[in-house]
């Protein structure tokens, strides 16, 4: 009897907190379906012109437009974009009708094509606001050629602009392709995480009724 009763223990013990953890990354798993709802509401929210002054939390995705002039100088981002490989984001200085600075990412394109000539001139362009969060300890430090993120007030201040940058959706040149902003890159594996603890909760409860149907049907001759 004291074989059973810990075994009885151990496996309730094991499946409990087995199926904590899989509730835990069910409620992480709304948490996460709750916040990219309401970044996807901003992404599409009604487009309006460029605020006054924008703020990098109120206005984070805020869809905008903007007229006035693409201007010489850019800075390239290395980035590898799935099913087209290695190239780089091109953030350029745009000169606003009201007379403000700002960036503009306008997109990707290939490697090849990196230091070509762009565009330059009056233009109209829509998108997002954004303020990515992409630098670590580990990101390397800009050089001459390569910045390896987005920051954005290190990137106004090598442009001398606002440290405002507009993600566009507008295609300003042949050999860019716009990357707007979305919520593909966000991290979601909760269901998966959920999936496997309650897969391993239900592989230990069934162990643990093996265990005990086999103490329990082992003649007491034969007990250990």
């Not at 693409?70 to 087209?84: N, T």
């Not at 745009?94 to 565009?119: A, Q």
């Amino acid at each position: 009897m004291r074989r059973v009763l810990f075994l009885l223990i151990f496996g309730i013990s094991g499946t409990a907190v087995l199926v904590s953890l899989a509730l835990w990354q069910m409620q992480r798993l709304s948490w996460k379906q709750a916040v990219i709802a309401e970044i996807e509401s901003k992404i599409d929210a009604v487009l309006v012109a460029l605020p006054a002054d924008p703020d990098p939390i109120s206005d984070k995705y805020l869809p905008v437009f903007v007229t006035g002039t693409l201007e010489p100088g850019e800075l390239h981002v290395l980035v590898s974009v799935k099913q087209k490989g290695a190239g780089y984001r091109i953030i350029s200085p745009f000169l606003t009708d009201d007379g403000r600075r700002i960036l503009i990412d306008r997109g990707f394109t290939k490697t090849e094509y990196k230091t070509e000539n762009r565009y330059l001139g009056p233009a109209t362009i829509t998108g997002n606001l954004h303020w990515p969060q992409e630098i670590d300890k580990y990101t390397p430090v800009p050089d001459a050629d390569n910045w390896f993120a987005r920051d954005v007030p290190a990137m106004a201040e090598a442009l001398e602009t606002l440290p405002v940058l507009l993600i566009s959706v507008t295609k300003t040149d042949n050999n860019l392709s716009p990357m707007p902003v979305d919520t593909n890159r966000i991290p979601n594996d909760h269901l998966q995480y959920a999936i496997t603890w309650f897969s391993l909760a239900l592989i230990w409860a069934t162990m643990t009724a093996y265990f005990m149907w086999r103490t329990r049907a082992q003649p007491k001759g034969h007990e250990t």
